[in-house]
């Protein structure tokens, strides 16, 4: 800790002496209608030399803000397909609130672009701006049939949902989730529950940071921002969905949203509660080392009974000063039937050896509480943000395991478990900004504490038909986990290209104690995370964005927790108390062209973990262990192109390829095996007669590979239906997902020497869901401002 307040300390001494920062804000508007024009890209540029200031891109309802200015001259640029450019003269000069209303916007329509055949639409899917692309929502057609969340980040360049609901962007990267800004403390159970909730009428924009530059944790290798449509009128609003999903089992979804908004306090509440069943299928095919074959196939059914609730109220108590808290609680009560068989054959798959089949009835709980306590305003000349978040977590489970014969039915195996595990994260961040020279700097610190306790018991049955403690699989870990950081940064302009730079440090201290064992082990660390990016403007339409960061990974807990985590009776997984965090360097070039971009990637993730798998030829338990490898290179292309064929047809492709290098020792060779793959994936959106939109959406992974895996190609495809009502404010959405069912990962294992084995997984991907939301409320008072466009005054928004 004395290290870190060091180092902090000599990083807060660069910053400087600021003046008073000023504020734009203003609203651009169509000439004839007065409408507000949605995602006009505004830049603030050089009197002297038309540099680059700063940019930004107005909401959904044309409203745009441009703060941290320093006072002078400057011109203003508003620009947007289908409208002739504006160029504006102003003057800041620092007044009592430092805040400038523009006001109304007017902007000319031109006839010509709007008549052009093939275009990338009014409002463009993809923008870049600087370090991210921002990809438009709100009144898009190309979102118009997606369901949730999910539906429009399958179609962000680079991105993969895999069938279990797993993010990841390009590089095998698993994103951070901000909302509105601000990251999201959530257990994985809960963001997805909550991603799920989220429909596309209540999304304005997502921004996608695929190389986050220093200001953000390290633990951020990818950033994934959902800007949440803002609530401009004052009075009481709501929504409600559901959301109804068929395959073998059903799956019901079903959300609440209230708003009441005044002029100083804005209060939130969300309702959800989900019920019903998933699937999912695992199988293995084992050649083992007395020549038999065995075959594993697990079939998991989990009953659902979940509720989610969340208050929060953003209180305004002076000019430019904001206090947001929110409270929010997560209970999911399941209920899981696994059915596992093992068959095992001779080498010639005629003649039985054995079979057996094992029934695993669980209980899993898992209760999450947090609050957040947030701060945003001026001090001085300085802006601040504070973040704060108390987050518990709660998981129970029960389970009953039961071993047979499959011909006699005969007890071969009977488990208890009783598994307690408790998660408590504490967090504070500070951020404070200002102007300096030509830019803006910014520094900031943040501290978190994480404890970690985690209790399994197993309980054998034996032959005196006792149960009893099996000391060889019970658990008693915990791990505590402190970690201290500091930033500094600073982005400026030279000439027509812009800049930024970026330091931070962080300090890691954790301690993992088995108790069972006996071992504790200790680790401190420091880690140094710079980061640089830069921007040129080649055209008005063309952009080049260049970008490098350091990245760090800590393994978590189920990596750390020396114990047995099975998947099946000869099949586990055990974590490593000894491993070390992984840092990543990676390089990024952006270019983009009107509706163009192309980004390539490429980097070394130093010390990566992975788990290799240990087959024991007398016991036929395969074991997957943890340990981190030498090194991983990779790289990569992410290629997109939206087109507007007919105002009534409009597509989106987007074309990746990956390489990947990762040095691995394993039974004294060390395999350095190249892998490329690519994926091809798209849309296409269709706008019928009578309000009925359609989309078809495709995705093709070629043959790749995990490590000392290969994967096999995957592919699926998508349908969906959406029709509005009572004037939009009734939504209703058919899905229909993999319709053929061809959505499976499969790996087989490289050295048949080794290990003869493949895998397959399965999550019930196939399945049809219907959406319904209806949208109500009532509007007491509207400011001069908070006029709508078309679409969202016939959704009653």
């Known amino acids: 800790m004395t290290k870190f307040c060091l180092v902090f300390s000599l990083l807060i001494v660069v910053c400087f002496s600021v003046n008073a920062q000023i504020n734009i804000k203003g609203k651009t508007v169509d000439d004839k209608t007065g409408q507000g024009i949605g995602f006009v890209s505004v830049s603030l540029l050089s009197l002297k030399d038309s540099t680059l200031i700063k940019g930004q891109v107005t909401d959904t309802v044309g409203i745009f803000e441009l703060p941290g200015l320093l006072s002078g001259r400057y011109t203003l640029l508003f620009s947007s397909f289908g409208y002739s450019k504006l160029y504006r003269d102003v003057i800041l000069e620092n007044g009592p609130d430092n805040t400038i209303y523009l006001g109304d916007i007017s902007m000319t329509t031109v006839a010509s672009q709007l008549n052009e055949v093939i275009v990338s639409g009014q409002k463009p899917v993809f923008q870049r701006l600087a370090d991210r692309l921002v990809l438009n929502i709100s009144g898009n057609p190309l979102f118009t049939a997606a369901a949730n969340t999910f539906d429009i980040l399958k179609k962000i360049p680079g991105l993969r949902i895999d069938g279990d609901g797993t993010l990841q962007m390009s590089g095998g990267i698993t994103p951070g989730i901000f909302i509105d800004g601000k990251p999201v403390p959530m257990s994985p159970e809960e963001l997805q529950n909550y991603l799920a909730s989220l429909s596309p009428d209540m999304i304005a924009s997502i921004d996608i940071i695929t190389n986050p530059s220093s200001k953000y944790n390290g633990e951020y290798k990818g950033i994934i921002d959902i800007k949440l449509k803002r609530d401009l009128t004052l009075g009481w609003k709501g929504n409600i969905s559901t959301n109804i999903q068929q395959n073998e089992y059903h799956l019901a979804d079903n959300n609440l949203s209230l708003t009441y908004k005044t002029r100083k306090i804005a209060y939130t509440a969300r309702l959800g509660y989900t019920a019903g069943k998933s699937i999912y299928q695992y199988a293995a095919l084992q050649h083992l080392a007395n020549t038999n074959i065995m075959a594993t196939n697990t079939r998991v059914l989990t009953g659902n009974n979940n509720f989610n609730y969340q208050l929060g109220a953003d209180y305004s108590f002076a000019k430019g000063q904001h206090i947001e808290i929110m409270a929010r609680a997560f209970q999911a009560n399941r209920d899981i039937y696994s059915f596992n068989t093992l068959h095992t054959t001779d080498a010639t798959a005629q003649k039985l050896i054995s079979e057996t089949y094992s029934v695993n009835n669980g209980g899993p709980k898992q209760h999450t509480y947090a609050v957040n306590l947030n701060y945003s305003g001026h001090l001085g000349n300085t802006q601040l943000e504070i973040l ?26 009977y488990w208890k478990t009783n598994l307690e595990n408790d998660i408590l994260i504490r967090s504070v961040q500070a951020d404070l900004s200002g102007n300096a020279g030509k830019g803006k700097w910014s520094a900031g610190g943040r501290f978190a504490f994480t404890t970690t306790k985690n209790k399994l018991r197993y309980d054998t049955l034996t032959h005196a038909a006792i149960f009893a403690p099996d000391s060889s699989r019970t658990n ?43 071992e504790l082990t200790t680790r401190d660390y420091l880690t140094w995370l710079p980061g640089f990016s830069f921007t040129f403007p080649l055209r008005p339409s063309q952009q080049l964005h260049l970008s490098y960061s350091r990245r760090m990974t800590r393994p978590n807990f189920a990596q750390l927790n020396p114990f047995r985590f099975y998947n099946s009776p ?75 064929i007919y105002s009534w047809w409009k597509m989106n492709h987007t074309v990746s390829g990956t390489y990947k290098k990762e040095k691995t020792p394993y039974h004294g060779v060390t395999y350095a095996i190249p892998v490329f793959d690519y994926t091809i994936s798209g849309s296409q959106v269709f706008t019928l007669s009578k309000g009925i939109t359609s989309d078809i959406s495709y995705f093709y992974r070629s043959a790749g590979g995990r490590g000392l895996y290969t994967v096999k190609p995957m592919a699926s495809v998508d349908l969906g239906v959406q029709k509005s009502w009572m004037k939009g404010r009734l939504n209703s959405r058919i899905n229909y997902y993999d319709i053929f069912d061809t959505y499976f990962i499969r790996l087989k294992f490289r050295e048949k020497s080794i290990i003869d084995n493949q895998l397959q997984h399965w999550n019930g991907n196939r399945k049809m869901a219907i959406t319904l939301s209806y949208s109500f409320g009532k509007s007491t008072q509207k400011s001069k401002q908070e006029n709508k466009n078309e679409e969202e005054k016939r959704a009653g928004m």
């Open 476 to 518: 008693n870990f915990q791990y505590d986990e402190y970690i201290s950081a500091g930033y500094v940064a600073y982005e400026g302009t030279v000439n027509k290209w812009s800049y930024g730079v970026s330091l931070r440090t962080e300090h890691t201290h954790s301690t993992g104690n088995a108790i069972s064992q006996h």
């Open 388 to 413: 704060s978040s108390l987050l518990k977590i709660n998981n129970r489970q029960n389970e009953d395991i039961q071993t047979k014969n499959a011909a006699t039915h005969y007890l071969l195996d």
């Open 570 to 644: 000869l099949n586990y997984y055990v974590g490593n108390p000894y491993l070390l965090p992984s840092k990543t360097d990676m390089f990024t070039i952006a270019y983009t062209r009107r509706a163009l971009n192309i980004s390539v990637y490429f980097g070394r993730e130093s010390d990566p973990m992975t788990r290799y798998p240990e087959y024991d030829s007398i016991t036929n338990v395969l074991q997957y262990l943890g340990r981190n490898l030498p090194y991983n290179d990779f790289g990569g292309i992410d290629i997109s192109f939206p087109l507007t």
